[in-house]
Each structure stands twice: as C-alpha cells, then as structure tokens.
C-alpha cells in the first residue's frame, strides 16, 4: 500500500513509532523532574503548617439598637462574639505573631494548633498604629517556630503561600504570586504593604505569608473586595518592618517609635515647580506640631525633606517609617529644600506621644444558671404548630435562651428539640433539669445534650452567623459548672 506521495505506507508508521519513541525518552525525564518538584513543594507545605495556629478571640460587642427606639439614655444589649484569626510561632517557648485587630477588645484567646490541640493564651504586647500583637502560651513543650525572610529582597512575581484560617473554618494554604510592593492601604502613616493574589480572606489576618523556601516575608493582614470574599488583593506587612515592630514590643511592651512631630506628603511635578526645584523629590511639610522636635530645630511648614540621616526615603511613608525606627534621643541632620536651595537641620528625635498602652478587657462574669439560661416545654401538638417543628420524635423544646449564656454562645436558639441528654432520651423539662443536676453533682463542667436544629431561620445576632452544625441532629457541650 502506497501514499499519495509515493512513500511506504510501512516506513510511514515506522518513523512516526520511532518519532513517538523520542519524545516519549524526552518526556520522561521531564515529567519526573515535575513530579519530584510538586513533590517537594508539597512536603514544604506541610513542613509549614505546625508552625502556623489558628486564633479564636471571645469579646463583648454592643447590638445597634434600631434608630426608632434608640435614645441617649437606653443602654444597649450587647454579647459576646467569638472571632477567628491565624497567627504563627516565632519562638518555642510559646511566643505568636498575630494582628491587633484579631485579638483587639478581646477577654479571652483560644489557640489551636495543627494537630487539633488547643491552648489558652495570653497578651503579651500589642500595637494598633502597626497592626501587630505579641501572644503567649504554655503547652509544656518546645513548638515547632518560623523562620524569618527578608522582604527587602522580596520582587514582583515571586512564588508566595498563605497560610492561616479562612473564614474560621481551619488550617488552609493557598498559593500565589507578589504582585506588588509599597502598596499604600492608608491604614496607617507607614503603609508599605506586599500585595499577592494568593487567596486570603476573613480569618486569615495574622497569618503568615512565606516565600519558595518557606521563610516569612509578611503577615497577612487585609484584603480588597467588593465583596466580602477574596478577589485576588490580600496585603500582607513586610517581614522587615514586623521584626523591628516585634523587636520593640518584646523589650519594651510597646513600640516607642520616635517622632519629630510633622505632617507630610508626596511631591507632585506642579509641587516641585512651585518649589522651584528642578524634579520631584521628598517629601512636603503640611504641618508642625508646637513644641515638637521639628518645631524645636526650625523646620517651617513648606519645607521639602530630602534626607532623614543617611536615607533619601522615595515617599512620605517611607521617612515616616525612618523616623520610627530611630530610636528616641538620637540626633541627626535633616536635608532640606527651602528659599530654592539645600539646606541642612540638625534634629532631636523624640518618643511618639501617647502610646497606645494596651489593657486586656475583663471578662464577663461566669455564672452558670441551675437551667443554664434555657426555658423548656413539652413538645405538644400545639408547640409543634407554633414553632414549626418538624422534628417528629419525642423531645423538649426550647422556647428560650438567655442572652450571654453558655447554651447562647454555642448557638442553641428558640424552636430547637432537645431529644437526649448524656445517655438518656428526654420528653419533659423536668427529665432535662434532673440530668443537669446530676452532672453537676458530679462535679461535671460540661453536659451533651443531643439536639434537633429549628427548621426555620435561626434568630441570631446581626453580628453573629448562625453555626453550619444546624442542619442536622447535632451533640452539643454546654457548660453546667466552673473550673
């Protein structure tokens, strides 16, 4: 049999099994090298995750009254929330980096590690202006730490992972790129954030960003979207600029960032010709506050600093982190733009003034009711009609829930069925009170109560979600006595 174009129809398939040959020898070695590199990317992920935990914060929150009852004198109701965050080790003995915001207004912090343990802990230092809290907790045991990068070397399109806890719901790592540096987010004067596309939600601040050889280049910190998912903008605090904030914080207990009283901004093309310089460059004073190191060495609005020290910094946040970062006392010469030409100042830095010292909020009172807040009923014909129970075994119902109680907090509402309590079926509030007694008699903490979910929309706070476990039977731990 014969081609079109005369060739062996035989020699044909001959050559392409030997073409077929080659480039299977040539795809081998390849495929390999891609299987051994995903490989070891996956064993770099979980290499990570011990280091990293997941943070709950428990704090009292006030409930917006409605704008037509609401006067000056009422008082409003308020709860207690628990929030989630993420935070990473960065010392064995208990030691984690997180976000201020996190744990911000909190009375209680709950760490769980990647292996399901949990830890209480406590607030070792905290500062708002640059979004960075110091905790402490005491397992018994050295923990597994991160390693520090250098974000001053990070690029645009560096390989990057987030790890934290997205939305509350655990340990997660997403992947992704840089895709910017200096990102101004205006949450503080000294914005210089890493922006990535590596998905990050709500949950994830405080967690750490590491680079391809697994070091932390940034904290994870916000994110931009016009919803309240991730769109691909997440913004994480460079390594660098956390160290000396966590460096502080350790010594200290708080940031004493230095400060010459100034505001500045950017230098536009118009600014520098009105200022009769020939490009644009440093940074414009809007404002000097009296009595301050700036005011004290002659520095007058209007003035453009170009040096701080031995730095030029490229924008107005940039010398404001410079100045930060001197320490209070140190005094240095400051190069100016004013009257058309260079001049120089010599300048004090002082502490910044009124530092945020932050005191940890009492707790709530813990009582534990006899009825741990819960109003009971039977579950009758009637009750079933009115609270649209379609639960159709024996139970109790809950037609009540106090507000701040345990029951409350872990999400049991109005029309649930409790159907079993311990080990034994309920049908009557007296059967669910007499085994609430009888763990407590037993110097009990926690009772199961076995529960039904109300079919209908649970009636939670605006600030809280209603739980995922309400879609079906659930066993709950309700609290019964103290430690």
Not at 325 to 349: C, N, Y
Not at 409 to 431: C, H, K, N, Q, Y
Request: proline fraction near 7%.
């Amino acid at each position: 049999m014969n081609r079109t174009d005369g060739t062996s129809f035989h020699a044909s398939r001959w050559a392409c099994a030997v073409a077929l040959l080659a480039m299977l020898l040539c795809w081998l070695p390849v495929h390999a090298e891609a299987e051994q590199m995903r490989g070891s990317e996956a064993d770099l992920i979980r290499s990570l995750l011990p280091s990293v935990v997941n943070i709950s914060s428990r704090k009292m929150i006030d409930e917006p009254s409605s704008p037509l009852t609401a006067t000056s004198s009422q008082t409003q109701p308020s709860h207690v929330v628990t929030l989630s965050g993420s935070g990473f080790i960065i010392d064995p003995h208990g030691i984690i980096v997180t976000n201020y915001h996190v744990i911000d207004g909190a009375f209680e912090i709950n760490v769980t590690f990647e292996d399901g343990s949990r830890a209480l802990a406590t607030l070792v230092a905290a500062a708002k202006i640059c979004d960075i809290a110091l905790l402490k907790v005491n397992v018994g045991h050295p923990l597994p730490t991160t390693h520090w990068g250098n974000s001053d070397q990070v690029q645009i399109g560096d390989p990057v992972l987030a790890v934290g806890n997205p939305l509350g719901i655990g340990m997660s790592a997403t992947a992704g790129i840089v895709s910017a540096l200096n990102r101004n987010i205006m949450a503080s004067p000294f914005d210089d954030f890493i922006q990535t596309d590596a998905s990050i939600n709500h949950g994830n601040s405080g967690g750490p960003l590491f680079d391809a050889d697994g070091e932390v280049i940034g904290i994870d910190t916000a994110l931009y979207s016009p919803t309240t998912g991730s769109v691909g903008l997440g913004f994480a605090i460079p390594a660098n600029d956390a160290q000396f904030a966590i460096a502080r914080l350790l010594r200290y207990g708080e940031l004493r960032a230095g400060w010459i009283g100034i505001c500045v901004q950017g230098i536009t093309p118009e600014i520098a010709i009105a200022r009769g310089m020939q490009q644009p460059q440093g940074s414009i004073v809007s404002i000097i506050v009296s009595g301050s190191p700036a005011a004290n060495a002659g520095l007058s609005v209007g003035d453009v600093i170009l040096r701080f020290g031995s730095t030029s910094p490229s924008d107005p946040r940039s010398l404001m982190r410079d100045i930060a970062k001197t320490p209070a006392g140190t005094t240095g010469t400051v190069a100016i733009w004013r009257a058309g030409r260079e001049q120089e100042l010599s300048i004090t830095v002082a502490e910044w003034p009124n530092q945020v010292k932050l005191d940890k909020p009492a707790a709530p009172a813990l009582t534990v009711p006899p009825d741990l807040g819960l109003q009971l009923a039977t579950l009758g014909d009637e009750n079933r009609t009115n609270y649209e129970v379609h639960f159709d075994g024996p139970g109790v119902l809950v037609t009540g829930v106090a507000a701040n109680s345990d029951a409350a907090e872990r999400g049991l509402v109005t029309g649930d069925v409790i159907f079993r309590v311990e080990d034994s079926p309920v049908t009557t509030p007296a059967e669910v009170q007499q085994q609430l007694d009888e763990a407590r008699a037993r110097k009990r903490i926690f009772v199961l109560v076995l529960v039904q979910p109300t079919a209908r929309a649970p009636d939670v706070p605006a600030a809280q979600a209603a739980p995922l476990w309400r879609e079906r039977p659930t066993w709950l731990a309700l609290r019964v006595g103290t430690e």
